[in-house]
């Protein structure tokens, strides 16, 4: 029973993600760990996340530009991912639903439509900083949009270059995760397997809310992801306080 709710949760995020344009962790995360062990809904998506970004990254064709000017992000993204794996791995799960919890009211407060004016170059020591402090939320909650909102919004970036350097970032991230968990003996071939199962109807989900997304306007659905994840977050702080 846990395994199919699992499998509906990660088609949900799937969803989402193709109708949304982002969301994947951001959804299934939240929801997994209401019946999960914190430690086994992380692992159990990162394997999507990594197919899901990749998908997005051969969709933008300013891939390779966003690679050059943000390549500092991802690359100490994953530096993070595995601190913060390695330190999921060593606490008492309990805080973890508050913290995730935290970071989705931050989500919600912070994803507002960025201001109008020139972009705000960063200095490469800014953007690794970024980077890390990305990968570091990620290992621990599996979920850096906050950071990413914020970064948008105060440099303005572009939008394509957003999408392309955010989606190297989950890649990488997840990598670091993947690293963290290998490490620290903490692979679960169970949780994998029905991760890889899953994988290809994950996919053709995605690939349907991608074509939603190219013929409906977005904002209704973004409207109702701001109202679950609200959901989410109450849910995540009842369960942890129980």
Not at 14 to 25: C, K, Q, R, T
Not at 149 to 154: Q, S
Request: avoid cysteine; aromatic fraction near 8%.
């Amino acid at each position: 029973m846990i395994e199919l709710a699992a499998g509906a949760v990660l088609l949900l995020g799937a969803w989402v993600h193709g109708a949304l344009g982002f969301g994947f962790p951001l959804v299934t995360t939240p929801i997994l760990v209401l019946f999960m062990e914190p430690r086994a809904a992380v692992l159990l998506t990162l394997v999507p996340t990594i197919a899901i970004n990749l998908v997005s990254i051969a969709g933008e064709p300013r891939w390779r530009e966003a690679l050059r000017r943000y390549w500092p992000i991802p690359v100490f993204t994953a530096v993070g991912s595995l601190l913060g794996t390695r330190v999921l791995l060593a606490i008492d799960p309990g805080p973890v639903r508050i913290a995730l919890a935290l970071v989705l009211v931050a989500f919600l407060i912070l994803d507002r439509e960025a201001g109008e004016g020139p972009e705000r170059r960063v200095p490469g020591w800014g953007l690794a900083l970024l980077g890390l402090v990305m990968g570091l939320m990620a290992g621990v909650v599996n979920i850096f949009s906050p950071v990413v909102v914020a970064f948008a919004l105060v440099t303005r970036m572009h939008p394509g270059l957003m999408v392309a350097a955010f989606n190297l970032s989950f890649v990488t991230s997840k990598a670091g995760q993947l690293a963290g968990f290998a490490t620290g003996d903490a692979l679960d071939p169970e949780v994998l397997g029905l991760a890889l199962l899953a994988l290809p109807l994950i996919l053709a989900v995605l690939w349907v809310g991608i074509r939603l997304r190219r013929r409906l306007p977005a904002a209704s659905y973004r409207r109702w992801l701001r109202r679950m994840l609200w959901v989410m977050a109450a849910g995540l702080i009842v369960s942890a306080l129980d």
